[in-house]
């Protein structure tokens, strides 16, 4: 019997789960397809689950009914959420510096799709009572990509897009082409001008923005372990936080302008401090 709690999560073990024996029409809130037969039901939060998920489950105990209804928390604005960070992005990024930022290639990796699948389907069903230290980090750094990819409306805001590509434009022009300079900028006036526009995204946005800009930076600071320059997170990232769509929805601007939303994350991470301010 030791040995099958072993297996448990530490999660899975904050609950006070009874084996349920009829048949039951919940859904468990790991997977979330319904359990039908069997499984294991929480006595104090009236948490399902199967029993194969037990392993899996990272929703701790709230000692009180859980609530039924799911938390929309991929696809919805960034500003529907209460959380000037939101918290799904707070505990993603919390997590990978506590256990994640040494491993080579974080955030470049890919997490595995069926676990990562899970722990969106968890973040939904418990929202406040998740507990990600047992998450695979580069599942974590994929649910936060996701998270990104998902909102309605990207966290650099389609109408600064512009704004943007163009003070990378000249940017880089004045560091390869030192001569031409009526349309070159110089580091620092490329910075004030990044300030100017980040200053322009919505509360939100901005405060999000300079978190995740502010985590990637600390992510850098352990580049010798991980490989992850800003550069290369700036090319990991610039894809899921520029996100240019015409009225079908389809994407465009990012097939020519890729070299350009690269340097500008880039120049976020390492500039945070100057364009941002202190970590909100
Ligand atoms: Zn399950
Ligand atoms: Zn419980």
């Not at 490329?190 to 930076?217: D, G, W, Y």
């Not at 600390?218 to 290369?232: R, Y």
């Not at 990232?237 to 020519?256: E, H």
Request: net charge positive; hydrophobic share 35%; glycine share 4%.
């Amino acid at each position: 019997r030791e040995k099958k709690v072993s297996r448990w999560s530490k999660s899975a073990l904050t609950h006070n789960f009874i084996r349920v024996y009829s048949y039951v029409f919940e859904r468990c809130r790991t997977c979330d397809a319904y359990i039908y037969l069997g499984g294991y039901r929480c006595e104090k939060c009236n948490l399902y689950s199967h029993s194969k998920c037990l392993k899996t489950v990272v929703i701790l105990c709230g000692q009180k009914p859980l609530s039924r209804r799911k938390t929309q928390v991929f696809g919805v604005p960034l500003t529907s959420f209460k959380e000037e960070v939101p918290f799904i992005v707070a505990k993603c990024c919390g997590e990978i510096e506590v256990r994640g930022f040494k491993i080579r290639g974080i955030y470049r990796v890919n997490g595995v799709v069926s676990r990562v699948k899970r722990l969106m389907k968890s973040l939904e069903n418990g929202p406040f009572l998740i507990d990600f230290s047992e998450a695979n980090p580069n599942d974590l750094s994929q649910v936060l990509k996701e998270f990104f990819r998902a909102l309605p409306q990207p966290i650099i805001t389609s109408d600064l897009y512009a704004p943007f590509i163009n003070v990378a434009k000249k940017y880089r022009y004045s560091s390869s082409e030192p001569l031409t300079q009526s349309t070159c900028i110089t580091q620092e006036e490329c910075i004030a001008e990044l300030k100017e526009i980040v200053n322009r995204l919505p509360a939100q946005h901005k405060s999000t923005l300079s978190f995740l800009m502010h985590h990637l930076r600390f992510i850098t600071d352990h580049q010798e372990q991980n490989e992850m320059s800003a550069k290369n997170l700036g090319i990991v990232f610039a894809p899921t936080l520029f996100r240019m769509k015409d009225v079908d929805g389809n994407c465009f601007g990012m097939l020519f302008d890729n070299a350009l939303q690269t340097l500008i994350i880039e120049l976020l991470i390492k500039h945070c401090f100057e364009i941002f301010g202190p970590p909100p």
